[in-house]
């Protein structure tokens, strides 16, 4: 099996982890987590190995693929720095799929992507980079989600829906046909979505709307 680090050993991180022991793919070498207070402890019986700085040693000792076990909430932008870091130094940032997620064979899927237990994905669905798609969720036909995007647990978006960059989607959250969510949103947890939402816009409630916007 081929080697492999996961770069944060947190609650992602371990949930990831035993994805990827399911999957059966992968020797799982170490993790690598910036947290000092985790430098040599053992998290669901992986060894964190150090900070970012040991990076290069690992690359040197032949450790091409990483899983990226940062999670995200409302600012996806450090994940992303974390992701475009890996990339850029040469690791391989793998996708990491449940055994239980139905994904239709028309899916695209970019690099990076995480896919959760009991994650439904149809047909026609392009998921970007460095995506999470986490426990539960059901992304219906034709959606497009983009780039750092975190999908949290049991959202349903229906048909066409479009989810623009470095945007969270709340959990339980329901968005409906063809609607547009913009840039850096941030959907409230529950909220039912009916018309679209627009760049740096925070909503909520039923039906949803605009409780503020960032700069």
Same mark, same amino acid.
């Given at each position: 099996?081929?080697?492999?680090?996961?770069?944060?050993?947190?609650?992602?991180?371990?949930?990831?982890?035993?994805?990827?022991?399911?999957?059966?793919?992968?020797?799982?070498?170490?993790?690598?987590?910036?947290?000092?207070?985790?430098? @040599? %402890? =053992?998290?669901?019986?992986? %060894?964190?190995?150090?900070? %970012?700085?040991?990076?290069?040693?690992?690359? @040197?000792?032949?450790?091409?693929?990483?899983?990226? #076990?940062?999670?995200?909430?409302?600012?996806?932008?450090?994940?992303?720095?974390?992701?475009?870091?890996? =990339?850029?130094?040469?690791?391989?940032?793998?996708?990491?799929?449940?055994?239980?997620?139905?994904? !239709?064979?028309? &899916?695209? +899927?970019?690099? #990076?992507?995480?896919?959760?237990?009991?994650?439904?994905?149809? =047909?026609?669905?392009?998921?970007? /980079?460095?995506?999470?798609?986490?426990?539960?969720?059901?992304?219906?036909?034709? =959606?497009? +989600?983009?780039?750092?995007?975190?999908?949290?647990?049991?959202?349903? +978006? !229906?048909?066409?829906?479009?989810? #623009?960059?470095?945007?969270? *989607? @709340?959990?339980?959250? /329901? *968005?409906?046909? /063809?609607? !547009?969510?913009?840039?850096? &949103?941030?959907?409230?947890?529950?909220? &039912? *979505?009916?018309?679209?939402?627009?760049?740096?816009?925070?909503?909520? @409630?039923?039906? &949803?709307?605009?409780?503020?916007?960032?700069?």
């Amino acid at each position: 099996m081929r080697p492999i680090i996961g770069f944060g050993a947190g609650g992602h991180g371990r949930v990831l982890l035993e994805t990827i022991l399911l999957q059966g793919e992968f020797d799982v070498v170490g993790f690598v987590d910036d947290n000092q207070d985790l430098h @040599g %402890r =053992c998290v669901e019986g992986v %060894r964190v190995l150090g900070g %970012r700085t040991i990076l290069p040693e690992l690359l @040197g000792r032949g450790v091409r693929h990483v899983f990226l #076990g940062v999670g995200a909430i409302g600012d996806n932008h450090p994940r992303a720095q974390i992701f475009d870091h890996l =990339c850029d130094i040469g690791f391989q940032v793998v996708n990491v799929i449940h055994p239980t997620a139905v994904v !239709s064979k028309s &899916a695209v +899927l970019g690099k #990076g992507v995480a896919i959760m237990a009991g994650v439904l994905l149809n =047909c026609g669905v392009h998921v970007g /980079n460095n995506v999470i798609l986490n426990t539960g969720a059901a992304i219906d036909h034709d =959606c497009r +989600l983009e780039d750092h995007v975190h999908i949290a647990p049991g959202v349903v +978006l !229906s048909g066409g829906v479009r989810v #623009g960059m470095y945007r969270h *989607v @709340g959990t339980g959250a /329901n *968005v409906r046909q /063809n609607v !547009s969510i913009g840039s850096e &949103a941030v959907i409230g947890v529950g909220a &039912a *979505v009916i018309t679209d939402v627009q760049d740096r816009s925070t909503v909520g @409630g039923v039906p &949803a709307r605009v409780l503020g916007r960032g700069i």
